[in-house]
């Protein structure tokens, strides 16, 4: 069992970025395509428990998802976020690298390693 998990896209540049460079320190990883293999409420939680941050900033406000269901409304709740970007993972921050303890947005990608042990 690996320690590590990136949540990747592979058509994104700071996610190829970040994978490449978790592969040259020669970081043991599962990279799991979140688009095709989509995150449940639970899993989310527990990212965000990682990452030490609400559900809001796991949002990609450029995504026509944000605007197309009212996700700028401030009165949502996390569970509401949480469902939506379920629902739709394409509203995921990416990359996302999750450790034992903590988790990284990899934005820039250098950020992952503040949490490799």
Known sequence: MTAYTLLHNPRCS???????????KGVDMEVREYLKHPLSIEEL??????????????????????????????????????????????LLQRPILIGPQKAAVGRPPEQVLEILS
Not at 14 to 24: D, G, M, Y
Not at 63 to 75: H, V
């Open 14 to 24: 700071k996610s190829r970025e970040t994978l490449q460079l978790l592969t040259n």
């Open 45 to 90: 939680k527990t990212v965000l428990s990682k990452l030490d941050t609400s559900a809001r900033n796991l949002l990609r406000t450029g995504e026509e998802e944000y605007s197309s269901l009212g996700l700028a409304n401030n009165a949502l709740t996390e569970e509401a976020i949480l469902k939506a970007i379920a629902d739709h993972p394409r």
